[in-house]
């Protein structure tokens, strides 16, 4: 038995593979490749890359134990034969925001976050079996067992899947996953480790209890592929995301890609009536509240385009403005918003005057409106008793010098800024060596920047002008 590990990110964009030798935590050799864009997408083209990104990475016939950490909530359904129904919808998919609406009222959001630690909104697993169930009968009809991204690639890299298409064939009772996965589907209760399926049943609209659902192991626990290497359970990206940082209780998970994320390391689980905290779990067998917008680094790319500048001059002239852009406020809800909960809304920019109007403050209106969308989210989880003692600020944008200071400025707590790195993946291998080696590696990432708490105009300026 090598002492290498795999770990492995299938991410909205693409699919990313670190291997790590788990007795240094030193990465040996890696490898990525695409996947299609879109909010709903055949799940083939995620075990197209998975293969491609392996053999880009020189194979993984010579690790001991692998992991796919993943995007969250997407509904893979899959019928008797093991066959995919349908194409997958993504957590990015609001479609099946009024089947959030309709749950929320017909359970009651208290009840909903007492149940699971959720309160539905569009992007949760269960809002999306609703809407099936609505709009798709037939196919809903079909449903034979349920998964998400990373336990579905999880069991297809095992052996198992569709007759003649897998090693071992469509046994679906093999599919696995882990708490911090499980915890966003709408229909997992991560305090008692159990799923609900009279919550399942009722988004169905139909009896659930034959429904396969994966198995969810423990963060120490692991099954065995077809050629004998320990998979481990996986996780959510966030939650991955957090091993791979080494995350701690006090430490703030702030990442700003795709979608912006704001995600904590509690002991305790944490329940929020009012849907503007998640209440997940981790991938180390404790929680992980998080508050997560739609709006983020894509905000940053559209106004460097309409300001015809790259990131590293639409940094420039976000520090050539004065903090809280001379009252320039943009709300940067463009493709509708998540937290808080409103799928139609679009972005508004306010305080436009003769003299505010310039690019500087645009940018530096931008900046200020990702980061404090993200900074009300951990308010949110402050107030629900959520200890706050830095931020880890991670993401593409992360590198952004403007980025870094505002958000010093913004979240009122010291702002540390990791080497970048493909952390989902690195937590992914992390949890790999615990499968392999029975013990939780602690390998940390070194600082790229460390910026001290810094108060300044910028919060209160934006919120007087909502």
């Known amino acids: 038995m090598s002492d290498l590990v795999a770990g492995v990110d299938s991410s909205t964009q693409s699919c990313k593979i670190i291997i790590r030798d788990a007795s240094s935590g030193a990465v040996v050799r890696s490898g990525r490749a695409s996947h299609p864009d879109g909010s709903e997408v055949d799940p083939a083209h995620w075990w197209r890359a998975l293969r491609e990104a392996i053999a880009d990475a020189g194979g993984i016939d010579d690790v001991s134990a692998w992991s796919i950490a993943g995007q969250q909530h997407g509904l893979v359904a899959l019928d008797a034969d093991g066959r995919v129904i349908r194409d997958a919808l993504l957590w ?56 998400l991204p990373h336990d579905w690639l999880t069991w297809r890299l095992r052996g198992y899947g569709p ?24 229909y997992f209760d991560a305090s008692r480790g159990e799923y609900d399926r009279d919550l399942l049943t009722r988004a169905l609209r139909r009896d659930a209890t034959d429904i396969v659902l994966p198995r969810v192991l423990e963060p120490d626990e692991w099954v065995a ?43 305790e689980p944490v329940r929020d009536p009012s849907g503007t905290v998640a209440g997940f779990a981790d991938a180390a067998g404790g929680f992980l509240p998080i508050v997560t917008t739609l709006n983020a680094a894509r905000v940053l790319d ?20 004065d903090a809280g852009a001379d009252g320039l406020v943009l709300q940067p809800w463009f493709e509708g918003e998540r937290t808080p909960n409103r799928p139609d809304a679009t972005a508004t920019l306010f305080g436009m005057t ?48 403007a980025v870094q200071r505002i958000a010093a400025e913004v979240f009122g707590v010291p702002v540390v800024v990791p080497d970048p790195g493909e952390y989902v993946a690195q937590g992914a291998a992390v949890q790999a060596a ?15 920047a460390e910026l001290p708490a810094s108060t300044t105009p910028a919060r209160s300026a934006y919120r007087a002008r909502l």
Not at 118 to 140: G, H, M, N, Q, Y
Not at 163 to 186: H, Q, V
Not at 250 to 263: A, K, L, P, R
Not at 305 to 318: P, T
């Open 92 to 147: 990015n998919d609001t479609r099946s925001a009024q089947a959030a609406a309709d749950l929320t009222n017909e359970v009651g959001a208290a009840a909903f976050a007492e149940r699971t630690g959720l309160v539905p909104v569009a992007s949760f697993t269960i809002t999306k079996v609703r809407w099936v169930a609505d709009a798709e009968p037939d196919l809903a009809a079909r449903i034979a067992a349920i998964a």
């Open 163 to 186: 007759a003649g298409e897998s090693e071992l064939g469509p046994d679906l009772a093999e599919l696995i996953t882990d708490r911090s996965d499980a915890s966003g589907t709408g």
């Open 225 to 267: 592929d077809s050629a004998g290497r320990r998979a481990a359970p996986g996780a959510g990206d966030n939650a991955g995301a957090a091993l791979g940082m080494g995350a701690v209780t006090g430490d703030i998970g702030v990442s700003i890609g795709t979608s912006g994320t704001v995600f904590a390391i509690a002991p």
């Open 302 to 321: 559209a106004v460097s385009s309409l300001l015809g500048v790259d990131h590293a001059q639409l940094s420039d002239l976000a520090l050539a403005a």
């Open 354 to 401: 003769l003299a505010s109007t310039t690019r500087e403050n645009l940018a530096r209106a931008a900046i200020e409106g990702v980061l404090c969308g993200l900074a009300d989210g951990l308010d949110a989880m402050r107030a629900l008793g959520v200890e706050a003692k830095r931020v880890l600020l991670t993401g593409g944008a992360a590198q952004s010098p």
């Open 434 to 448: 615990w499968a392999l080696t029975g013990s939780r590696p602690t390998w940390l990432p070194e600082a790229l």
